[in-house]
Structures are given as C-alpha cells and as structure tokens.
C-alpha cells in the first residue's frame, strides 16, 4: 500500500502536466457545442414532424 503523503506527491506531479485550454479556445469549443447541439435539435424537430405527418396520412388512408 502506498504511503498517503507519497500519493499526494504524485498526484500533484501528475496535475502539473495537465495542460488546459486557453480561455479563447473554451469559447471556439463552446460556441460549436452550441451550434450542434441547435442543428441537432433542429434536425430532429424535422423528421419528428415528417413522421407525425406521414404516420397522419396512414391512419386517415387507412378508414
């Protein structure tokens, strides 16, 4: 088992690698983030609606 004060030490060693995004290239992946996330939600209101639409057409053809 691995000494509590030696875990820590590498755990801080380990943090000191990490290299984070610069605050211009967190707002590039957010506002592409956003963007997907409103074509995706577009996209399925569409085909949702297509749907809705042809499954309407079936029931009525089918009386």
Known sequence: MVNPF????????????VTWPSRRETMITTG???????F?????VL????????VGLMLRAGQ
């Open 40 to 44: 995706a939600s577009l996209f399925f």
């Open 47 to 54: 085909v949702d609606s297509a749907l809705r639409f042809l």
């Open 32 to 38: 592409l983030v956003v963007v997907m996330v409103l």
């Open 6 to 17: 030696t875990f820590l030490q590498e755990v801080r060693a380990e943090a000191k690698k």
